[in-house]
């Protein structure tokens, strides 16, 4: 069945930085759109960044304002999502969803990684 596995969360200090990974199986990775959201408590969940199937094209949310980064590789069936510099407004779940073409909403979602930025 089709499973998207978030990984890379947990707790860092104010201006550390974070790697979060989504592996994913049971469909064909290599040709879905693939993006990362984030929900803080009491907040609606926010779409961070999307990738393109073959990796060329990336789209930024404005929660991102080019801090983070969005990366793929798809021999590994992945998507990575390369946090630096992070601040206590950062801290969320965060999603990886995965979409067969562009769209507003996944197809398939991830169970979500907690990122929790605090000294």
């Known amino acids: 069945q089709v499973q998207l596995v978030e990984s890379g969360g947990g707790l860092v200090q104010p201006g550390g930085s974070l790697r979060l990974s989504c592996a994913a199986s049971?469909?064909?990775?290599?040709?879905?759109?693939m993006s990362w959201y984030r929900q803080a408590p009491g907040k609606e969940r926010e779409l961070l960044a999307s990738i393109a199937s073959d990796g060329t094209v990336t789209n930024n949310g404005d929660p991102m304002k080019g801090r983070f980064t969005i990366s793929r590789n798809n021999a590994k069936n992945t998507v990575y999502l390369q946090m630096p510099s992070l601040k206590p407004e950062d801290t969320a779940v965060y999603y990886c969803g995965a979409k067969l073409g562009w769209g507003v909403s996944p197809d398939y979602w991830g169970q979500g990684t907690q990122v929790t930025v605090s000294s």
């Open positions: 049971g469909f064909t990775f290599s040709r879905y759109v």
